[in-house]
């Protein structure tokens, strides 16, 4: 039998990481054995991890030597960045968190140039800047010149990669299903009436699981050079609001009416980070037709066939989701 080829997988403990490496790890008969970064090889999930049988191996995206440590002897990697991970003040005054992905990416493309990885997998988003230019929307910036920062860093650190020549794969992620279990679902109004508000106003939206992102990552790993210096966007549904609120209603078993905020209203709602999430919004219903055109279902599923679409997640995870 072949040696397996190795795949590091920076954030294997995380939605994205761990979801690859449970795909490579399901996959007895492939051709992939997963290698486990994480930045604490003592805690519990990393713990869990190997008792499972994975290799574990410590390393953090802000210490370069770790990261090609990690990386040496991989035929692969799997690069993810966290612009939500909670922080110091100290670190929060230290710089900025695209800085922090912009530097991060840019550590973990060097380590994979020095270590010659022969297939990095890049979990990236749309820079939204030249979109709202292309669309002629002005909309208010957020953490100096970006619009979406946590879109926009990432599309930014794209060229970490390209300007040293890593073989890499672009795999464009889009907003989670798992969102729904964090507030991002319907709530009751004062009637007590379950609502989801949305701001897509009638566009669709691109939404997957966190699962299928790792999933999908296994699927342009196996095809070898492929999708090498490609861009892949990833989604496994596009909805209307419309679609979303009948989906819900059928999943909770009682109905869900869609009554979309603008994006404006979200702005002026106070919530930390509401400029910048109700121009994420923004960025998904007015490029609507270019954010859910470019995320081809067809595709995905060849490269994942386990694609899970929402109803189904809604199904299994009706429980889970706060309403009230």
Known sequence: MAEKKIIAIVGATGAQGGGLLRAIMADRQGPFTARAMT????????????????????????????????????????????????????????RTRAEMELDQAAAAARAAKDTELRHVVW??????????????????????NYKVPHFDAKGEANASFT??????????????????????????????????SLPMADKKLALVGGEDIGKTALGVFRRGGQFIDKTVSIAGTHATGEQLAA??????GEKVDYRPMTTDQMRASGQPGAVEVANMFQFYADASEYFTGVRNLDLVRELNPELQPLDTWLTQHKNEIPVD
Do not use: C
């Not at 604490?40 to 191996?57: C, F, H, K, T, Y």
């Not at 979990?123 to 100096?144: C, K, M, N, Y």
């Not at 989906?247 to 909770?252: G, I, P, V, Y």
């Open 163 to 196: 300007a040293l020549g890593v073989p890499t794969t672009f795999l464009q992620t889009t907003f989670y299903y798992e969102a729904f279990l964090q507030g991002q679902g319907p709530h009751r109004d004062d009637n007590g009436d379950l609502v989801l």
């Open 123 to 144: 979990s990236t988003l749309e820079d939204t800047r030249p979109h709202f230019q292309r669309l002629g929307i002005e909309v208010p910036d957020a953490l100096g």
């Open 247 to 252: 989906m819900f209603t059928a999943a909770l």
């Open 39 to 94: 930045r604490n090889g003592d805690s519990d999930p990393a713990r869990a991890l190997a008792s499972q049988g994975a290799e574990v191996i410590e390393a953090d995206l802000d210490d370069e030597t770790s990261l090609r440590k990690a990386f040496d002897g991989a035929y692969g990697a799997y690069v993810v960045t966290n612009f939500w991970v909670q922080r110091t003040p100290e670190q929060e005054q230290a």
